[in-house]
């Protein structure tokens, strides 16, 4: 189990690394993005490759285990793979589009991954109802500002 360790650092250096990557100030000559290439690409190869450092790691520890080959069965795989760009996407259009909007989009798109296109209105219903009733807590009973 310790072995995950390394992996699992690394695959957070990583997102860090992508994060503050995006955030550079942009160049002031020629391409305006062209500080942003190398570090783009160093951060996605080690994502990827911690990633399969993982998953390496984890099947030798765990070979017989059916959780662990439950993983990569079925729609497991694209529900992991989509939660996690969605929860990325969420963290970047959260400062630009506020808490209530970004909150509902996001919530929206995991209920429509996880539940399908066919319990349209409850997910519409569930993602609303929690934005908004999270955002009154917040900001109107905690008085905390909010995005």
């Known amino acids: 189990m310790g072995r995950l360790i390394v992996p699992s650092v690394c695959i957070l250096i990583s997102i860090f690394y992508f994060i503050y990557t995006i955030n550079l100030p942009k160049a002031k000559l020629g ?6 290439y190398f570090p783009l690409i160093i951060s996605i ?3 990827i490759m911690s990633v399969i450092y993982f998953i390496k790691e984890l099947l030798k520890h765990y070979p017989k285990k059916e959780e662990v080959k439950l993983l990569f069965k079925g729609r497991a795989p694209v529900l992991i793979i989509s939660t996690l760009i969605i ?4 963290a970047f259009i959260f400062e630009r589009i506020g808490y209530l909007a970004s ?3 996001y919530m929206l798109a995991i209920l429509f991954i996880v539940n399908g296109r066919n319990k349209w209105l409850v997910n519409l219903s569930v993602a609303v109802l929690f934005s908004v009733g999270s955002w009154y807590v917040f900001y109107h009973l905690l008085d905390v500002s909010l995005p």
Do not use: E, G, K, Q
């Open 87 to 90: 929860s990325l996407i969420y």
């Open 45 to 47: 190869f080690l994502f």
């Open 103 to 105: 909150t509902i989009l």
């Open 31 to 36: 391409d305006p993005n062209a500080p942003m």
